[in-house]
């Protein structure tokens, strides 16, 4: 599973900045089938942890509800340089981490 | 001496349904909202009773945007706001975004705090046909906001068996 994050390139110390994230994941809803008929088993980003300075800054539970490669755009005020960890997981018990540096100015 | 009960489809199906709904407590849904549908409105414990504990919920100071006309609900772009500043003592902790239609009513909790700055989230959802999405706002407080947008989605996202 792989992951994209998007931060302004700029970031001023005390600033509060809008962090994209985009991963790449099926978010299987459990009600389709495949070209056998087959159930295709539910699997979607069950939870989202977002990490900032060791300390939690933003969490999200999902579900079937939220579209195939969920797209999260999310606030934080950034105190200093650091960086953000991502870790997810899925129905399938599969983990995903992603780590973004902040470069912070001034 | 009672009459022995005959072991037919008939009892065998009666028993086994009463086996199955005392080992299903009502609200047993409620320990995984994610997975199974639950009634808004109505009878019975309601997922905003259950996501709000029972305490009011008033509309307000939550701002949900969604298309008025979304093309396909496999993937409508949705932006939450909540009038809160964010500070230490005031500031939401967790925003739920509940669909009217949906197979899974609780489609996404975001969790929130005086770190965030200021409350906004946007993301991509799928919906399952035109209807009302409501959007839940805990405050650090304690009160509940509600928040709603009508959306009219004109090709559903396939999350039905039909």
């Not at chain 2, 022995?4 to 080992?23: D, E, F, H, K």
Request: charged share 20%; proline share 6%.
């Amino acid at each position: 599973m792989t992951a994209r994050v998007q931060v302004p390139a700029r970031i001023a110390r005390g600033d509060v900045i809008q962090v994209r994230l985009l991963i790449q994941h099926p978010m299987e809803t459990g009600y389709q089938r495949d070209d056998t008929g087959n159930v295709i088993a539910r699997n979607t980003i069950r939870t989202l942890k977002c990490r900032f300075g060791g300390q939690e800054v933003f969490s999200a539970e999902l579900s079937s509800g939220v579209a195939a490669n969920p797209y999260l755009q999310f606030p934080l005020r950034v105190t200093g340089p650091g960086t953000l960890a991502f870790t997810w997981i899925d129905d399938a018990g599969v983990e995903g981490t992603h780590n973004q540096p902040l470069e912070v100015t001034g | 001496m009672s009459e022995p009960i005959a072991i037919n489809r008939r009892n065998v199906l009666l028993a086994s349904a009463g086996t199955l709904l005392a080992a299903l407590p009502l609200g047993a849904w409620a320990q995984s909202p994610f997975l199974k549908p639950s009634p808004i409105g109505g009878t019975g414990t309601s997922l905003t009773d259950f996501l709000t504990g029972g305490a009011p919920l008033r509309l307000g100071r939550v701002r949900l945007d969604l298309p008025v006309l979304a093309e396909n609900g496999n993937s409508v772009p949705m932006t939450l706001s909540v009038d809160s500043p964010m500070t230490d003592t005031d500031h939401v902790k967790v925003i739920h975004l509940v669909s009217e239609r949906n197979p899974v009513r609780l489609m996404a909790s975001f969790h929130l705090g005086p770190r965030s700055g200021k409350a906004e989230i946007a993301s991509r959802v799928r919906l399952a046909g035109s209807q009302r999405v409501f959007a839940v706002a805990q405050m650090s407080d304690g009160t509940f906001w509600l928040g709603l947008a009508d959306v009219v989605v004109t090709l559903s996202a396939c999350i039905d068996e039909s």
